[in-house]
């Protein structure tokens, strides 16, 4: 079994990021590769993080412990203004490499209406760097988010589509997860010298 963590990066509470957030979870548990006692949802709405530098990182000691145990995370990121959102940002300031480094990350962009992609292509170039998440080729786009994931079955085409589409993706992720646990453990994290990225 495989251990997840899944960071639903909008600051308001009881978002759409929130809710992709509990169902992307629940369906690894439904899909068999993880159960409910190794996968957790960071919700930076409903606890969020000092802007950092701060002099105290909030919850920061308990998000860390989640991410260290996890073996591969899922990052969503709400469009705000064709931007990912401030609170995700934040949260990969405060993200090392001893949490996240050379385990696979899973983007999820969100939006109200048609966009969602600009979130992905901004994680994507900054969002990595000193943490080392190693994102994965795949992405997921939920557009019209407040209308699709909100009830058991598919309420449209498009929620059916997307529903398979994290399906696929979240094996891929699943896979991932497991290839790089031997590259993980093989690499030595202990020197100074390289300590951030390029």
């Not at 203004?81 to 001893?98: D, E, Q, V």
Request: aromatic residues 8%.
């Amino acid at each position: 079994m495989l251990n997840f963590a899944i960071v639903a990066g909008s600051s308001r509470a009881n978002s759409q990021s929130s809710k992709i957030a509990r169902y992307l979870r629940q369906r690894l548990i439904e899909q068999g590769h993880t159960r409910e006692d190794l996968s957790q949802v960071i919700d930076l709405g409903q606890n969020p993080l000092p802007l950092w530098p701060a002099e105290h990182g909030g919850p920061w000691s308990q998000f860390a412990e989640v991410l260290q145990t996890a073996d591969a995370v899922i990052v969503i990121a709400p469009e705000w203004h064709g931007m990912a959102c401030p609170a995700i940002k934040n949260f990969f300031l405060y993200a090392s490499k001893t949490e996240l480094a050379h385990k696979p990350g899973l983007l999820v962009g969100v939006s109200s209406g048609v966009g969602g992609a600009y979130p992905i292509s901004e994680l994507r170039a900054s969002g990595y760097k000193n943490c080392r998440l190693c994102y994965i080729p795949e992405h997921l786009i939920v557009r019209h988010a407040e209308k699709v994931l909100n009830e058991v079955e598919a309420a449209s085409e498009d929620d059916a589509r997307l529903r398979a589409r994290i399906d696929y993706d979240l094996d891929i992720l699943a896979k991932y997860a497991q290839a790089l646990k031997p590259v993980r453990a093989s690499i030595d994290m202990s020197n100074p010298a390289f300590a951030n990225g390029m």
